[in-house]
Nanobody, 116 residues
Framework: QVQLVESGGGLVQPGGSLRLSCAAS????????MSWYRQAPGQERELVAT????????DYTDSVKGRFTISRDNGKNTVYLQMNSLKPEDTAVYFC?????????WGQGTQVTVSS
């Protein structure tokens, strides 16, 4: 079955960096678009970044453009989110997501806290 497992979250000071990883299994990773979402307390889950399957083209929400980079390693079945210049407003649980056969699959999430 489809499994997505995030890692790499933690506590970081403003201006710092983190790299999140999402290890995928149970489907043909190289043919799947992958996305990162985040959800802050009391807020709706929002799309942060997406990377296409074949072209590898990327797209970002405006608030993270120039600071975050999504990438993928098809040999490792892993998608990454490099987060630089982190701000307190980036604090959230970050989720990995893919859609296969009309069904959305989510990981369990990893907490990112940006605070001094």
């Amino acid at each position: 079955q489809v499994q997505l497992v995030e890692s790499g979250g933690g506590l970081v000071q403003p201006g710092g960096s983190l790299r999140l990883s999402c290890a995928a299994s149970g489907f043909t990773f190289r043919s799947a678009a992958m996305s990162w979402y985040r959800q802050a307390p009391g807020q709706e889950r929002e799309l942060v970044a997406t990377i296409a399957s074949v072209s590898g083209s990327t797209d970002y929400t405006d608030s993270v453009k120039g600071r975050f980079t999504i990438s993928r390693d098809n040999g490792k079945n892993t998608v990454y989110l490099q987060m630089n210049s982190l701000k307190p407003e980036d604090t959230a649980v970050y989720f990995c997501r893919t859609r296969r056969g009309g069904t959305d699959y989510w990981g369990q999430g990893t907490q990112v806290t940006v605070s001094s």
